[in-house]
């Protein structure tokens, strides 16, 4: 029976030709051969009843003249091509092939990305989580291996690991065993990391991702095999001193339990990588059991790229180690792809290595060659039971205690909905453009914001999806700032739209409210406008004035629009706006300005 240890550290139970001076005499070979071949210096090919047989003898002359050339230029080759006609007689004679040209090399990728689990305490003892946390101050006996202690692990790691994996629609082990994976480095204390390596908790799963393709709201979905989820420890963190030449260790890390995903080499770009990596890191962050901050290190990316020619096996890969950033990621996949096809038409081999990517110069240098088979020396963590998970209640066993257990069943019955589900119920509930609901699944709460609005405007969605994404995204990216922290609640928003599609403020007044409103979050929409003056001009007398004004002072323009220069109208229609402080209904002063240009 496996032990577990709760979120509080209480234990619980559960090529070109060039000349050559020998040429004259593949000529002479081949008129000779000309002469028994009963065909003339010039080859001519009849376009009807002789066309068989002219091809036929071309094709016996082609083999003549393979030989001599062959040995002149043992790279050369000569090749009829087959013109197509409408004539039936050649569907029945041998055909010719034009020799293909060889496939271009493409890039093949594969991804192993540890997933740090969003958890309290870590994998195997009750030392706290903390990022910021001053070095050496969350280390525990067992994180230090102290002989002696002994791992007890953490029930809410597995139950993370597990709800991951339900997610991308792996299969659970209903039991799972844990190894010791031996290496030596400074921040290894032990000197192997307890891991999953013959029987992880979860196999053989499906990530499906998206694609913004060419043409506008074009989504190309594909997919990539998640070969296996498993449980493992982080390793501390080395801190290296150019200064006085010395590396530091920080054993904060130690211990954190992680979630290792393998997927499989189905992706071919850094396009696709980054795609794959940034649905994976939002399904993790709507499940809640990884936050995947990369800039902390919370999601790290290596990534196996190699190259071939399709149809034929794979080519040796290199692995582009510790990547933390998506843009990152589809620049060194992209890098990495393009400098092995380079080394192959050089006529080079690729060596099998590990690289890392250098940000500053957008290239991966090499950092250890891994020709030598690494021997971890896998054995089975003695000091763990294998793990059990049970599908539901009915299948724990007698005296045992649900709460102190893992149930598949209640897991999955918990899945929130998913970032993909979520994208298209906001398109066909809404009726948003797919680059929409990207933008509103990709920002952390947008989504909930941007509901939130609707639920309190009469305005039609395709309207308040601009002002969301538009306005107040850009305003948020502008000073850094969360959904969570913007100075307008979205009832303020819904109020704001409320005054604009009602017709008391044009659509320039309104984005100079938002400004005010953003300015001083304790201002409603209303009193803004009343302050200002920034409501409609509602005296058609006035506005009729105006109009009459701005035509008057603009005769050549009235003159190119009663030639037919509709366009110029515009310039009118700004004019008078700026009269009336963008307080005019365009669609009001759009009509006046026609009549009175007429």
């Known amino acids: 029976m ?51 047989a002219s091809s036929i003898a071309a094709s016996e002359l082609l083999h003549i003249m393979n030989k001599p050339i062959s040995k002149l230029y043992p790279k050369a080759s000569c090749v009829i091509r087959r013109i197509g006609t409408t004539s039936s007689r050649c569907h029945s004679q041998p055909q010719l092939r034009a020799k293909s040209a060889p496939q271009q090399l493409v890039g093949v990728v594969g991804l192993e990305i540890h997933a740090q689990i969003n958890s309290n305490t870590k994998l195997f003892s009750g030392s706290s989580v903390c990022f910021s946390a001053p070095p050496n101050s969350l280390v525990s006996f067992f994180d230090g291996s102290l002989p002696g202690t002994l791992p007890v692990l953490n029930r809410r790691c597995v139950e993370a690991a597990v709800m991951t994996g339900l997610a991308l629609n792996c299969t659970i082990n209903r039991k799972s065993c844990f190894d010791r994976k031996h290496y030596f480095y400074a921040d290894l204390p032990a000197g192997y990391q307890i891991t999953q390596q013959r029987r992880p908790i979860a196999v053989d799963g499906i990530l499906t991702y998206s694609l913004l393709g060419g043409k506008r709201s074009e989504v190309i979905r594909k997919s990539v095999t998640i070969k296996q989820i498993q449980l493992e420890q982080d390793s501390g963190k080395s801190l290296h001193d150019d200064v006085r030449s010395q590396t530091l260790i920080d054993l904060n890390r130690a211990g954190v339990g992680l979630m290792e995903l393998v997927m499989e080499p189905d992706m071919s770009c850094g396009e696709e990588a980054a795609a794959a990596v940034r649905e994976l890191q939002l399904i993790l962050q709507a499940l809640g059991t990884c936050q995947g901050n990369m800039s902390e290190g919370q999601l ?9 020619r399709p149809g034929e096996p794979l080519g040796i890969r290199t692995e582009v180690k510790n990547i933390n950033s998506i843009r990152y990621l589809a620049r060194a996949i992209d890098y990495e792809i393009q400098r092995q096809i380079g080394v192959l038409q050089r006529g080079g081999t690729v060596q099998n290595e590990t690289r890392a990517y250098d940000s500053k110069s957008g290239e991966t240098v090499p950092m250890r060659d891994k020709e030598g088979l690494q021997d971890y020396r896998f054995m089975p963590e003695p000091n763990l039971p294998p793990l059990i998970v049970y599908e539901d209640d009915a299948s724990l066993p007698t005296g045992i205690d649900a709460c102190q257990a893992v149930v598949v069943h209640k897991i999955r019955e918990g899945l929130p909905e998913l970032p993909s589900v979520k994208r298209d119920r906001l398109v066909q509930t809404y009726g948003i453009l797919p680059e929409h609901s990207f933008t509103l699944v990709n920002e952390d709460g947008l989504v909930e914001y941007f509901e939130a609005v609707l639920e309190a405007t009469k305005k039609e969605p395709r309207k308040v999806i601009g002002w969301v994404t538009n306005e107040l995204l850009g305003h948020l990216k502008q000073q850094d700032m969360s959904v969570s922290q913007s100075p307008i609640s979205p009832p303020a928003l819904a109020e704001l739209l409320d005054l604009q599609e009602t017709g008391h403020i044009s659509s320039s007044a309104a984005k100079q409210v938002f400004q005010e409103m953003w300015r001083s979050s304790g201002k409603t929409a209303l009193q803004i406008i009343q302050e200002q003056d920034l409501g409609l001009v509602s005296d058609i007398a006035q506005l009729h004035s105006i109009c009459q004004k701005v035509v008057d002072s603009h005769p050549d323009e009235v003159h190119a629009i009663r030639n037919g220069n509709k366009k110029v109208l515009n310039k009118l229609m700004g004019l008078v706006q700026k009269e009336t402080k963008g307080r005019a209904d365009p669609v009001l002063v759009r009509t006046i300005l026609q009549e009175k240009t007429l």
Not at 19 to 29: A, I, L, M, Q
Not at 300 to 308: E, F, I, K, T
């Open 2 to 52: 496996t032990q577990f240890i709760s979120e509080t550290g209480k234990i619980l139970n559960p090529g070109l030709c060039s000349s050559n001076p020998n040429t004259s005499s593949v000529d002479t070979h081949i008129k000779c051969h000309l002469k028994k071949l009963q065909l003339p210096s010039r080859v001519y090919l009849s376009p009807k009843d002789n066309m068989a």
């Open 300 to 308: 790290r990316v290596d990534a196996n790229v190699s190259v071939h």
